[in-house]
């Protein structure tokens, strides 16, 4: 069986030794980065299932690697920081990382943070497409398409936007999309549904300040527009 290949960026040795020995223990194939650049070079000459990625280091920071490598690969990835702020973790989930986890961690949360984003991007969909407006959905290869362009997505804005297409025109509130997309135990962080819904507004949205589909209820959650709301206006 193919091992899960794990890139881990930190410049603190004492992590990559910590977290690397606990990874490969349970089977994943470990690969270790001590800077930006070298994350960088390791993640544009290799491929990987997952990347842990520390903001604080030497060279391009964690947050410029994670801009960067989003800009052509749509791989988990995991922040790691000692920074615990909401605004450190806002702009980490806008640039695209999955999930982020503050220092110190245990190695079972961060075990059970990994299951969860590696679920999402292996996660399939026995059902065939959504069609709305001109946005289509093809739930079996994962595929998003709009006005007859292909839409790239990470795993975590498509099982986002799965989780609101599958209940159209239904509110679906914060805690039940925290807990459906990123684990049973999420339900307070909200910043994680802000981040993401306006990544996914910027890609699917013709206006994205004036959603069409991805619609906010205030004070409640979101919901995807129902087929008559999404529909064309006639003249």
């Known amino acids: 069986m193919k091992k899960t290949r794990v890139l881990i960026v930190d410049d603190e040795p004492e992590t990559l030794k910590y ?99 590696l679920r999402r991007s292996q996660h399939t969909d026995t059902a065939d497409r959504l069609v709305i407006g001109d946005l289509e959905i093809n739930f079996r290869d994962r595929r998003v398409i709009r006005a007859g362009e292909e839409i790239k997505l990470t795993p975590t804005e498509y099982e986002l936007l799965v989780q609101l297409a599958r209940s159209a025109g239904k509110v679906l509130n914060h805690t039940t999309l925290l807990q459906r997309v990123w684990g049973p135990e999420y339900g307070q962080e909200t910043e994680y549904l802000w981040a993401y819904i306006r990544r996914l507004r910027r890609k699917i949205e013709a206006d994205p300040e004036h959603p069409r589909y991805l619609l906010t209820e205030p004070g409640v959650g979101y919901r995807f527009a129902a087929r008559d709301e999404a529909a064309p206006s006639t003249p």
């Open 19 to 117: 977290v690397g020995a606990n990874l490969r223990v349970r089977g994943y194939e470990v690969v270790t980065a001590a800077d930006g650049s070298e994350a960088l070079q390791r993640a544009e000459e290799d491929r990987f299932d997952l990347i842990l990625l520390d903001i604080t280091m030497p060279g391009p920071d964690g947050f410029a690697v994670c801009e960067a490598i989003r800009r052509h690969s749509a791989v988990p990835i995991i922040m790691l920081s000692a920074r615990g702020q909401e605004k450190d973790k806002v702009r980490a989930l806008d640039l695209g990382a999955d999930d982020y986890i503050t220092k110190p961690f245990g190695i079972d949360e961060l075990l059970a943070r990994i299951r969860t984003v």
